[in-house]
C-alpha cells in the first residue's frame, strides 16, 4: 500500500494538531496502522495504532490521554488527533501499515510530516 500522512505544522504548547494518513493501493491488505515519531538524534517510536478490523487502538504511554487515533475506512484515512502539545511532541510524524498483528520489516511507512510545538 502506499501511505500519505499530511497535517503537521508549527504550534505552540497547549495547542491541538490533527494529523491525517491516506492509505491507498491494496487498502484491503492493510489489517493496522500506526503512528509513530523520530527526533533528531532519537530512534523512532511509537505513538498509536489503529486496527481497521475492530477499530481496536493501543497508544504508548506519552501519548495517552491525549492523542487520540481513529480510522474511516470510507476514506481509508488514519487521523491522529493531538491535544495539549508539549515541546516534547517535536518530531516527524510517520505513519505504517502492516498486513499483521505485529509491525515488521516488510511494512509500507508514509512520508513524514513534521510537527514542531514551541514553549
Known amino acids: 500500500v502506499q501511505l500519505q500522512a499530511s497535517g503537521g505544522g508549527l504550534v505552540e504548547a497547549g495547542d491541538s494538531l490533527r494529523l491525517s494518513c491516506v492509505v491507498s493501493?491494496?487498502?484491503?491488505?492493510?489489517?493496522?496502522v500506526g503512528w509513530f515519531r523520530q527526533s533528531p538524534g532519537k530512534e523512532r517510536e511509537f505513538v498509536a495504532s489503529y486496527i481497521w478490523s475492530s477499530t481496536r487502538t493501543y497508544y504508548a504511554d506519552s501519548a495517552k490521554g491525549r492523542f487520540t487515533i481513529s480510522g474511516d475506512r470510507l476514506k481509508n484515512t488514519v487521523y491522529l488527533q493531538m491535544n495539549s502539545l508539549k515541546p516534547d511532541d517535536t518530531a516527524t510524524y510517520y505513519c505504517?501499515?502492516?498486513?499483521?498483528?505485529?509491525?515488521?520489516?516488510?511494512?509500507?511507512w508514509g512520508q513524514g510530516t513534521q510537527v514542531t510545538v514551541s514553549s
Open positions: 505504517r501499515s502492516t498486513r499483521d498483528a505485529i509491525f515488521d520489516n516488510h511494512d509500507d
Open positions: 493501493g491494496t487498502t484491503f491488505s492493510s489489517y493496522k
